[in-house]
């Protein structure tokens, strides 16, 4: 079989001197007892040759195929190929692999390298695929094998939707059960709706990104709500009715001690928040489904500088259908000098870099249903150019004598971006006192547990591009205690402008049905 295949790479391993498999990959359809035997036979080659085990790089032949090796201390780096090889491009194959023993082992031994087999095969991967030698680096390996995987934070969102989903229904109860004895074991009942903005964990500190994202449920009372002592200002977006649901809103997150007096929060923007998360729950996947998601790191510092700004971003495909696993998606073309870009071993690269088209190299075998596939990653590496900024946000604490006047101002630099649900989180754990809101484009609400100041802005576009926050607040720990500032926000648009165009049957180029979703969401956007 080996014969057949022209100047490739059949398996690299690495053995000890004693001619232990440690690690092994093989990258061409040859049976793993095969590969067995040809790695079983390699001591026996070596003929207890000491001389040659000194030489830089030494290889030896059988009928069938070649062995190149290098020895590594009391290691071998092998890779196996057939005779037809160039032994130029195998000996600058196995200089590369050599190298990424030392780069992912603590030890150049068995139990370092048994430590970080996995890590090692990954990198391996890397290096060579489908047989052939990629003309990359040690640090882009290092770079690629270090990016986010898809099924992992998947599973991560999976769980954690769980966890909260468990939190709401324990405090829903919690809620009813305090309102029943509030009414004196009357009949008063809640019923919840998802939405809204969560304010149960935050530290008082730091406030996270996906805790400012996750919901929390809104109140609506069936009979009339007792009155409130709370004073409820902000911006009249309804007439009457309107009013009455948020104050039952507000009403039912200070009976769980959620929400202090100073409030100012509108009901239209719980209304859209909800309708939005139901909208986005409700997307109907077809045979074929695509997602493309981003996820953007930033960091500015409280002076207005920017200290870095990175981009994550991925595309997916799933094949719900087995008739139509033989498909190519036409998508529109990523800048390779801007972006660094990694393509799944199993999609034509070539045509992908003239084209933008993903499509299989092996066009006989189609996707596997089912399953979820990366077909590309993409990634903007870390910088500090301003103009790669998607929102910029500012805060100007000043003291006034008896605490802080504080100004807060906002503004999105990447026009065509459209910023859904944006909030700002202000940590006020070391004020003693809520703050008083004199000034807000949207909507503020304060969270009693973690002492933090929640700015809401539905929408950010190039309509809505600018908007501030003015408060007041009691004490006088230092400027220190505003920051760190966490900002939070989801998008329906890409960050890079990719997009997928369409989807065909890569036999008869017919055109196939399919859904698909892009989002951008913040992963960590500090103010520090």
Known sequence: DEKSLIMVVLAAAVLTKAGKTLISRHYVEVSRMRIEGLLAAFPK??????QQQQQQHTFVETESVRYVYQPLDTLFMLIITNKSSNIIEDLETLHLLAKLIP?????ID??????????LIFAFDEAVALGYRENVKIDQIRTYTEMESHEENLARMIQKQAEEEAKRRGDQVAAQLAAQRRQGGGNTTFSSNSGSISSQNYSSNNVSSSSVQSSIPQYQSTTTPTPSRSRVSGMSLGGKSSQAKASAF????????????????TPAATKSISSSNSSATNAATKGVHVVIEEKINVKLD????????????????????????????????????????????????DT???????????KSRGFAEGSSLPLIKWRLPPSTDESRVPLMVNCWPSENGAGYSVNLDFELLIKNLSLENVVIGIPLGSFGAAPQVIQVDGDAAFNNDSKTLLWHIQNISSKNSTGTLEFEICGGPGVDSFF???ISFSSLSSYSGFKLLSVVDATDSSSVDYSHVTSLASDQYLIV
Do not use: H, M
């Open 250 to 265: 507000v009403n039912a997150l200070q009976s769980e001690g959620e929400l202090t007096e100073e409030i100012k929060f």
């Open 110 to 119: 068995e139990a370092g390298v048994l430590q970080a087999q996995f890590e």
């Open 103 to 107: 780069e992912y082992c603590n030890t």
């Open 484 to 486: 760190p500032i966490n």
């Open 302 to 349: 409280r002076e207005g500088g920017l200290q870095s700004v990175e981009l994550l971003g991925n595309l997916t495909l799933l094949v719900q259908d087995q008739k139509l696993g033989l498909i190519s998606l036409q998508c529109t073309p990523l800048d390779g000098e801007k972006f660094q870009l990694k393509i799944n071993p199993k999609i034509n690269k």
């Open 45 to 50: 080659l070596l003929g207890g040759g000491n």
């Open 352 to 362: 992908f870099g003239k084209t933008a088209v993903l499509e299989l190299a092996d």
